[in-house]
């Protein structure tokens, strides 16, 4: 007896192997299921439906709806669970031939994280083959819509209602606007109000706001215009009243009020601020399109591109599933952030005034409290009108704009510029830091030119007026002695002015919120040639540096001898230190004086600034073009860095290209000097 049972186990063993081997189990099935749902392989999910559940719901309603819901709320990070049926729950399914299993969805969505629970049941089916019209079966998914979300199982339908943030605004260090979301006029059109001549009227109305007919045609013929409805066609800053009033004389011209971005500084604050415009099909590319749509704005230039990620803000969104008797229940609800404010350092006053004092000229300025290192003005000039590029700026505009010789999409304030004599107090603290000048001690220098023998071939340093005698560091900064200072560059040897040139910050990154190209002591870092090394030394050759950083190279001599960090936002920590001791208290002492003196003095390149009723420090400059050393046609580009000697508030590094016929350094003298006048 006991040999027949051992075989019957044997036998039954064998059975049930042979079953668990040649048919499928719901839970096989199941999880080949799952996989395709967590890959969302909605075509492969449906080839698993019951055939109730596949008459119920034709192919492309079931794929559709998966790729439609999925899509519309950005569906991602899906991951669908179940729990292993027991051994007994897996007999009891074999023999009924229907299984349940309990299963967790999880996922990510535009209005957050989405988890439900609900159930499948899977009933064994005979199905086609596929192989000569015979059939076998197998298990198959009783689907239905709550398989999505629970909610909309009996017929209900998916709602998504999104909330765009409000932009962050961009504002001076008094609050005052720099770039803010304020009142827009909205030009728009009333199709059935065009009048007699609709043609006549759309030919004027694109002429003024520098468009198409064919894109004014466009908007006109969108599936939802009705002929009572205005339809929009651009956005208009206030400030264009004129063009306002001239399209307001065209029949079916509507304008409506509406919020946009506004820069109320324009193009005195343009390259600084930058403008938004709708995003492109290259940045869609290149950004994470899980956070951008083709409709989305996007900051292109400036702070606002600078900034973006803090004054983009986060959309809200919220799912709702809507019953056909209008009952909602929210599926998942992410709250709208709006951007956040960014204060800066920046006075909107005197970036103004110091854009208006160019006066049409081309060139590049920057203001500091050389105390504290805030910022106070970046200013490129001539600049852009933001609004233009952010509401529409016509193909004749842009081509205008692109072949302007003063090239004002330019941003002169972070690119590098010789910048001549205004480079000698850095020289003269670096020959002081090593010996090679020494206080109140003079060198000869005869006539108006000098050459250092034969190697320099033809070539001459010249200086623009002689001395009455010895020229020490003092009165050479006050006449600016091009000679003195190409005399104590080829003393002291190129390796000593290239580390002290470093140890100001060449050849370095500017340690600034704002990118900046980084100033050079030539394009190869290194200065191997005499008489390259002459013309370093005051501000010639390849030195190039930004009006930032030359305007913190004077922060040494009012700061114990520590060069400042520049900083540019309001919450920033004030008066950091970039590079520490540059320069002793009493070789400070003498660069400021020197610097009083170089207005103070009769003979003093800047002597025009007494004009102001308090007195005023500061270095000229001025950085000759020239293609040879002949050559005197070369334009001229004149700094003049200065700053109120007793105050010592603000110190503005101003430089206006193409001086040779204006007068010189004392033209940028005295625009620096009346803007201090004005902000003062």
Not at 491 to 505: A, I, P, R, T
């Amino acid at each position: 007896m006991k040999k027949i049972a051992l075989l019957f186990s044997f036998f039954l063993l064998f059975v049930i192997t042979a079953c668990s081997n040649d048919e499928p189990t719901p839970q096989e099935r199941f999880d080949q299921y799952v996989s395709h749902w967590n890959n969302q392989e909605f075509s492969d999910m449906y080839k698993m439906l019951t055939a109730n559940a596949a008459e119920t719901y034709p192919t492309e309603e079931f794929v559709d709806r998966y790729q439609n819901i999925y899509g519309d709320l950005n569906i991602s990070d899906l991951n669908v669970s179940f729990e292993k049926l027991s051994e007994e729950q897996m007999e009891t399914a074999m023999d009924k031939g229907t299984a349940q299993f309990p299963f967790t969805v999880e996922m990510a969505s535009i209005a957050g994280p989405i988890t439900f629970d609900y159930e499948a049941t899977l009933i064994k089916e005979e199905a086609d083959s596929g192989e000569d019209g015979e059939t076998e079966e197998n298990w198959f998914v009783k689907w239905d819509p709550g398989f999505i979300f629970p909610e909309i199982k009996d017929g209900a339908d998916i709602s998504l209602e999104t909330t765009e943030p409000k932009r962050g605004e961009i504002l001076d260090r008094n609050r005052m606007p720099l770039a803010i979301n304020d009142t827009v006029h909205e030009v728009g059109i009333v199709p059935e109000k065009l009048g007699d001549n609709p043609e006549q009227g759309k030919e004027k109305i694109a002429d003024l706001l520098g468009i198409s007919v064919e894109s004014i045609d466009s908007s006109l013929n969108q599936d939802w215009v009705e002929p009572n409805m205005h339809v929009p066609l651009q956005k208009l800053p206030t400030t264009e009243q004129d063009t306002i009033d001239q399209l307001l004389e065209v029949d079916g011209v509507s304008i409506s009020d509406v919020t946009g971005r506004v820069y109320p500084l324009g193009k005195s604050a343009s390259h600084l601020t930058g403008y938004i415009s709708q995003v492109t099909a290259e940045d869609l590319k290149e950004l994470d399109s899980d956070e951008y749509d083709a409709d989305d704005m996007i900051g292109q230039r400036g702070l606002e591109a600078l900034f973006e990620d803090r004054l983009r803000g986060e959309e809200g969104a919220k799912i709702t599933a809507v019953s056909e008797n209008d009952d909602k229940t929210v599926i998942a609800e992410k709250e709208v952030e709006n951007g956040e404010n960014v204060v800066t350092t920046i006075n909107a006053d005197v970036q103004e005034t110091i854009y208006e004092s160019y006066d049409g000229d081309t060139g590049t300025a920057a203001a500091i409290n050389p105390k504290t290192g805030e910022t106070l003005a970046l200013v490129s000039s001539p600049g852009f009108v933001p609004d233009k590029f952010l509401y529409g700026i016509s193909q004749l505009e842009y081509d205008e704009l692109q072949n302007d010789p003063k090239k004002p999409t330019l941003n002169r304030f972070s690119a590098t510029f010789a910048p001549g004599s205004a480079i000698k107090p850095v020289t003269a603290t670096i020959g002081l830091n090593n010996g090679s000048i020494v206080p109140g001690e003079g060198i000869d220098i005869n006539g108006l030119t000098w050459s250092n023998g034969e190697a320099w071939g033809d070539y001459e340093v010249r200086r623009v007026s002689e001395s009455d005698g010895p020229v020490d560091v003092t009165d050479a900064l006050i006449r600016s002695d091009n000679i003195y200072f190409a005399k104590q560059g080829v003393k002291m040897g190129s390796e000593k002015l290239v580390k002290g040139l470093q140890q100001f910050g060449y050849g370095e990154d500017l340690p600034f919120e704002y990118p900046m190209t980084s100033s050079q002591v030539s394009s190869s870092g290194t200065i191997d040639e005499e008489v390259m090394l002459a013309n370093t030394s005051y501000g010639q050759g390849e030195i190039e540096t930004s009006s930032l950083h030359l305007a913190l190279t004077y922060t040494p001599f009012l700061n114990d001898g520590n060069m400042l960090k520049p900083t540019l936002l309001a919450n920033a920590k004030q008066g950091q230190v970039w590079k520490e001791d540059l320069i002793n208290s009493d070789h400070a002492e003498l660069i400021r004086e020197g610097l009083r003196d170089v207005v103070a003095a009769p003979n003093g390149t800047a002597k025009g600034a007494q004009d102001a009723d308090f007195p005023i420090s500061g270095k000229t400059g001025t950085a000759e073009l020239k293609l040879t050393a002949d050559d005197k046609d070369g334009e001229e580009n004149t700094w003049f860095v200065g700053y109120p000697s007793e105050d010592q508030d603000v110190l503005i590094a101003m430089m206006v290209e193409g001086t040779e016929d204006k007068g010189g350094s004392a033209y940028t003298v005295e625009k620096v000097t009346n803007i201090f006048k004005e902000i003062k």
